[in-house]
């Protein structure tokens, strides 16, 4: 069977409106498209390799660099001049600089020509040649259309949703008060994007204001928030958090030590509870030495911190920003942070903390709004035999022709196409074998003896201890069938129990195997070792804690990631290790097969999921984004889609096909420890450190419910084979049974709510919990609905 392709490195070509191609040198630390940190309608270059702090034509008290490439539009009626031959140094820069202002001269932008100029300390006697704002000089002039010439870009006239000096750069200020339409024709902007390294990534922190001014200008701003409406409070509340890291780090890196100490050990109080771990870290950084080797702070300088608020509480705050003269922070705002502003109703406090939490940010709309193919395949008709031993068979009226199994919501599937569905032939997946087939006409058979779950017909619950595990319990799972146990262990073994009566026996050796019938019946039996039957086989071969585990669909293989950055995939014919997967290079959290086969993807500590083939040495795809570890992976039952959950505390949903992120949900207050699709794919479940279970609805990209009530870490989360029940287990010795047929009824998913992300969540969280099962001191790491709907759970014995 042919894998997935594996991907090949592409140059994004970002098609503009109009105008002639654009190279956009790349800024330190600014990916391709990123905005220029202000809003989301930044016009069509979304920002990059504009002036680093823009100046619009409302003149918002910002202070551009000098020497910085300017996208423009030449205005009409310019006649087009050679460009001037190159000057050396600072003859150029000067040559520039006084284009640049007689541009703005000319497009009267009074308020923008005098912020560069009180930026560049020109004299103003330098540029003093022109009278009228119409006329220019030879010299401004020729100088104007030699940088014009130069520098070319394709900016189109101002859209009409694009507030007038909101993220606006230089270009795009000027480009709306050029008259005449700007030069025809469609072309493409290549955007080129480069890592950026520790040291340009830090010089961001060069430009700083005077630093004994640092807490004035935030006592500031926070007295102006904390005074301001309350409708208002809320939403522009948001901005604490990330202007006091960007400038406690502005004042580190700058070596204000001193400043920087007194900074933070006033204002790190005034911080939402959870922003303390992520406090604790920022603490520790108190020399420039300290911040180059530090992950988490180069993390927070180079993805842009998003904040998502309303027009009208946004134009309020760049008002008193520029009433004040507070280019500290406006700078911060413009460089460092995105702020997705939307049109209506400004959010309550109840609503942004629902989703805020993350450690960059909320996530940005347009994240979320790409398609998601979440319905099931169509499931391949399968003839059921008749069977003797069948109940229903057994009656002597006569055996009906044909028996099929009766078909619940979950049996429905097969019959049509799901509309939400993807293509069948999407991803290339394993054809069935003849033992699948048989396995699925038995899941098939159970089904018809499954129990229907509801409100007032619980599952029973039936609890695996691991006992003498010393805490050294790291990981369970268990198959499909609930026919074999296995669980990780911190000693680096992989243990695996038979929990039936039948017990585990490996494969003859092959100088017993060429004397078997190969035509007999029941060589499958023939083959097996009676002398190595027994309850519990042990898997030597990690050299570190294995903290993952997963059984294939069919149960002849295992896999399990391990701290040693391996994952290893184990036959259960023959309970050796076939393949040892090196990829990552840190402990691997995570991993898990795909629910056809095949496919399984993992997860670790270098911040990256990778999907993988059996077949395979290398990993078909590498999920990256996140930015913390990843702690725990999913794959969609329909098998195109893989779900991450990170302690950057925000889960996302990528595409197999193409490797892109489709969503990004935040709203958890800790590391995400666990996650779960619903039968029918169309929502998540994840839990986390926090001790809360969220739950999404992945086509609109929306959280829709929340449920509270353990109190500490949520390690383990399934639905009912049905989809009717949610089970939870936590760190709190606790399993926890949930309504989510209630909990997913009558969900608000209409235009405005996706639009703006006004989520109002239900306080319902007792109305949906149906049953609390305590453990005497067990902590639960894994759950499992059996075909039947029995509830398997499993932990070690933690004495207190």
């Not at 990631?561 to 036959?571: A, H, I, N, P, Y």
Request: aromatic content about 8%; overall charge negative.
């Amino acid at each position: 069977m042919a894998a997935l392709a594996e991907e090949q490195t592409e140059v994004a070509v970002k098609l503009e409106p109009e105008g002639p191609p654009t190279l956009i040198p790349p800024q330190a630390g600014d990916g391709a498209g990123e905005g220029s940190g202000s809003t989301t309608n930044n016009g069509p270059n979304g920002g990059g390799g504009n002036v680093a702090a823009a100046s619009s034509a409302s003149g918002d008290g910002g202070t551009p660099k000098p020497a910085v490439a300017v996208s423009a539009a030449a205005p009409a009626g310019a006649a087009p001049v050679p460009a001037a031959a190159p000057e050396a140094g600072a003859s150029h820069d000067r040559q520039t600089l006084l284009a640049v202002l007689q541009f703005l001269r000319q497009s009267n932008l009074r308020e923008a020509e005098e912020a560069l100029r009180r930026e560049a300390r020109l004299l103003e006697e330098a540029v003093a040649g022109s009278g009228a704002p119409g006329e220019v000089d030879s010299v401004g002039a020729e100088a104007a259309c030699a940088l014009l010439s130069r520098v070319t870009a394709s900016v189109p006239g101002p859209a009409a949703s694009d507030p007038p000096g909101v993220g606006a750069s230089v270009a795009t200020a000027v480009s709306g008060s050029a008259s005449g339409p700007a030069a025809p024709g469609k072309a493409g902007s290549v955007v080129v994007e480069d890592q950026p390294d520790v040291s340009a990534v830090l010089s961001a922190y060069n430009q700083q204001g005077d630093p004994t001014m640092y807490e004035e200008y935030y006592s500031g701003l926070k007295h102006f928030i904390e005074c301001s409406l309350d409708c208002h409070r809320a939403e522009l509340s948001q901005l604490f958090y990330p202007l006091f890291v960007h400038m406690y780090l502005e004042l580190v890196y700058n070596q204000h030590e001193n400043e920087a100490k007194s900074f933070f050990e006033k204002f790190h109080g005034d911080q939402e509870c959870y922003y303390q771990d992520d406090l604790r870290v920022l603490s520790s950084l108190t020399k420039k030495e300290h911040m180059k080797g530090n992950e988490t702070m180069l993390d927070f300088r180079t993805s842009k911190f998003v904040l998502r608020i309303s027009r009208d509480s946004y134009q309020l705050l760049k008002r008193h920003l520029q009433e004040k003269q507070n280019n500290q922070i406006w700078n911060i705002v413009q460089e460092h942070l995105y702020i997705d502003i939307f049109d209506g109703m400004p959010r309550s406090k109840q609503q942004i903390d629902a989703m805020v939490g993350s450690l960059a940010g909320e996530a940005k709309r347009e994240a979320n709004k790409s398609k998601v193919f979440f319905g099931l395949l169509k499931e391949p008709e399968i003839e059921v035999p008749l069977d003797d031993e069948d109940e229903e068979g057994e009656n002597e009226e006569g055996k009906p022709k044909k028996k099929k199994p009766k078909k619940d919501s979950i049996g429905s599937k097969s019959k049509k196409q799901d509309p939400n569905a993807p293509p069948q032939n999407r991803i290339p997946l394993p054809e069935l074998k003849d033992s699948d087939k048989l396995d699925k006409i038995m899941n098939m058979k159970e089904t018809t003896k499954r129990v229907r779950l509801g409100p007032d017909c619980l599952p029973s619950i039936c609890f695996y201890t691991f006992l003498n595990a010393y805490q050294g319990l790291t990981a369970v799972d268990v198959t499909d069938d609930s026919s074999l146990i296995a669980g990780g262990f911190a000693d680096s073994t992989v243990r695996v129990w038979s929990v039936t009566p039948k017990k585990l026996r490996s494969v003859k050796q092959a100088s017993d195997l060429s004397l078997i019938d190969k035509e007999s019946d029941d060589v499958l039996e023939r083959i097996m070792d009676e002398k190595t039957a027994s309850e519990l086989k042990i898997l030597y071969g990690h050299s570190g804690p294995v903290y993952g585990a997963s059984f294939s669909p069919d149960r002849n293989y295992l896999l399990s990631s391990s701290e040693d950055g391996t994952v290893r995939l184990w036959s259960l014919q023959t309970f050796t290790c076939l393949v040892g997967y090196k990829g990552h290079n840190y402990p691997v959290w995570d991993t898990q097969f795909s629910p056809y086969g095949y496919y399984f993807v993992s997860g670790g500590h270098d911040r990256v999921a990778r999907l993988w083939a059996t077949d395979h040495y290398q990993p078909l795809r590498i999920f990256a984004g996140h930015l913390a570890d990843v702690n725990c992976t999913r794959f969609h039952p329909n098998s195109n889609y893989v779900a991450t959950g990170s302690a950057d505390r925000t889960v996302r949903l990528w595409d197999v096909l193409n490797g892109n992120c489709v969503r990004i949900f935040t709203g958890h207050k800790g590391p995400i420890h666990s996650l779960t699709f619903s039968p029918n794919g169309r929502f998540l479940a994840t839990g986390a450190t926090d001790g809360r279970v969220l739950l999404w609805d992945i086509g609109h990209g929306l959280m829709v419910g929340e449920l509270k009530g353990h109190t500490d870490t949520v390690c383990s989360l399934r639905f009912s084979r049905d989809g009717e029940i949610l089970a939870s287990g936590s760190m709190d010795n606790t399993v926890r049974l949930w309504d989510a047929i209630k909990a997913f009824e009558d969900l608000e998913t209409d235009d405005f709510t996706t639009a703006t992300g006004h989520i109002n969540l239900p306080e319902n969280s007792q109305e949906l919990l149906l049953g609390t099962y305590m453990t005497k001191s067990t902590p639960v790491v894994h759950l499992h609905f059996t075909r039947r709907n029995l509830v398997l759970a499993a932990g070690a014995y933690s004495p207190q």
